[in-house]
T-cell receptor, first 119, second 112 residues
Framework: DTEVTQTPKHLVMGMTNKKSLKCEQH?????MYWYKQKAKKPPELMFV???????INESVPSRFSPECPNSSLLNLHLHALQPEDSALYLC??????????????????FGAGSRLTVL | GDSVTQMEGPVTLSEEACLTI???????????LFWYVQYPGEGLQLLLK?????DKGSNKGFEATYRKETTSFHLEKGSVQVSDSAVYFC???????????FGTGTRLTIIP
């Protein structure tokens, strides 16, 4: 299995809703990522989990709350979002740690994304 | 800090034309370099990579050579197809660093 699976593919929510995005990989990767991508822009890093611990938070507003229940799963909990948060949210994973370093390149495998619309 | 600069798009070519998308980078040390491709409505896929100077990455007829002297990693293909229409991102990461720094992306459209 060489895929990163994201659900749902599309999500529409109001500003008062609480929803979650889910991401799963079974490649034995130990690093998982959330990126946000606006139209015609490159992905922007939000969070990195390494060995199930949050290692990078790129000053993301607290209305986005990541969770890594185990090494295969990554969630992004959404609450009180704003219309400007509408975007494609991409999950990625990589071998991470020594395994990634030994290969000389930390190659990320991306999911297909969850397209979020906030009304 | 690290940065990646790509040629501005969009780029429109006829089928079977030659393609070059320029990419230059600024980084300390010896970064690894990547080209990712994003087809319409999809996530990013790794197209090719190079981890040290003079390495050539290749895949699906695309090539890019890691040129440390010019800090470049230009993407080339000798004969493009309609199915190559996508957005192409140049990116770098540094050894032991989990962050991937992306360029702005270049939208490529191939017309029959």
């Amino acid at each position: 299995d060489t895929e990163v699976t994201q659900t749902p593919k599309h999500l529409v929510m109001g500003m008062t809703n609480k929803k979650s995005l889910k991401c799963e990989q079974h490649m034995g990767h130990r690093a998982m990522y959330w990126y946000k991508q606006k139209a015609k822009k490159p992905p922007e890093l939000m969070f990195v989990y390494s060995y199930e611990k949050l290692s990078i938070n790129e000053s993301v507003p607290s209305r986005f709350s990541p969770e890594c229940p185990n090494s295969s799963l990554l969630n992004l909990h959404l609450h009180a979002l704003q219309p400007e948060d509408s975007a494609l949210y991409l999950c990625a994973s990589s071998p991470g740690g020594l395994r990634g370093s030994r290969s000389g390149a930390n190659v990320l495998t991306f999911g297909a994304g969850s397209r979020l619309t906030v009304l | 800090g690290d940065s990646v600069t790509q040629m501005e798009g969009p780029v429109t070519l006829s089928e079977e034309a030659c393609l070059t998308i320029n990419c230059t980078y600024t980084a300390t040390g010896y970064p690894s370099l990547f080209w990712y491709v994003q087809y319409p409505g999809e996530g990013l896929q790794l197209l090719l990579k190079a981890t040290k100077a003079d390495d050539k990455g290749s895949n699906k007829g695309f090539e890019a050579t890691y040129r440390k002297e010019t800090t470049s990693f230009h993407l080339e293909k000798g004969s493009v197809q309609v199915s190559d229409s996508a957005v192409y991102f140049c990116a770098l990461s540094r050894f032991g660093n989990e962050k991937l720094t992306f360029g702005t992306g270049t939208r490529l459209t191939i017309i029959p």
